[in-house]
């Protein structure tokens, strides 16, 4: 399982890699669009996002208007906490990896409000149209995601979009996967549904 998963890695790592500047900026606004029409981030007043990486998709100028978490790493736990961010200028600083992150002083966020209340829109190196996300590895985002009560959206390029990946017992599924092409609703029997929505 690790060694596929780590060969899976590569393959859609090089995939979202060799899309152009010029693709990315143009895939973003349409990821975006397709952000704004979806009705559970419309009803959704609080977000949990990710600072672009690499190559990752850029959310955050679709984030205006909402309560915006993102995550920070918390070396004496060595796990993920969210953060709530009124400032991106002012509250962001260079992070774990090199990742911007909320800066050291500001409050972790109430873990029963984040599962409660918070919509996690995730990256991911790879998914597929029954929720199965595929990381980075390491699991943090599926401990963070692990007892939200909102289903989780992925949020990928098309080419990053799999079929069959595989999910162990500790993967947590996800509702929704967004590119710039569709948006897909996810069962959770690992089917996928037609999007009402």
Aim: aromatic fraction near 8%; glycine fraction near 12%.
């Amino acid at each position: 399982m690790d060694e596929e998963k780590r060969r899976l890695r590569r393959l859609f790592s090089g995939r979202r890699s060799s899309l152009t500047e010029e693709e990315r900026r143009a895939f973003d606004e349409a990821i975006r669009e397709k952000l704004r029409g979806l009705p559970l981030f419309v009803s959704s007043p609080a977000v949990a996002a990710f600072c672009a990486s690499g190559a990752e998709p850029d959310l955050l100028p679709a984030l205006g208007g909402k309560r915006l978490f993102l995550p920070r790493y918390n070396g004496g736990q060595r796990t993920y906490e969210l953060v709530e961010i009124a400032d991106l200028r002012g509250d962001l600083v260079p992070g774990r990896y090199g990742i911007a992150e909320p800066r050291p002083g500001l409050a972790a966020a109430d873990r029963d409000f984040v599962e409660s209340e918070v919509l996690f829109l995730g990256p991911a190196v790879a998914c597929d149209r029954t929720g199965t996300r595929l990381g980075r590895g390491g699991g943090f985002y599926d401990r963070l995601l692990g007892g939200a009560a909102k289903p989780p959206v992925g949020v990928i390029y098309s080419c990053q979009l799999g079929d069959a990946l595989p999910r162990e017992e500790h993967d947590v599924p996800l509702g929704w996967v967004v590119t710039e092409t569709e948006v897909i609703k996810c069962s959770t029997e690992g089917r996928p549904l037609p999007n009402k929505e």
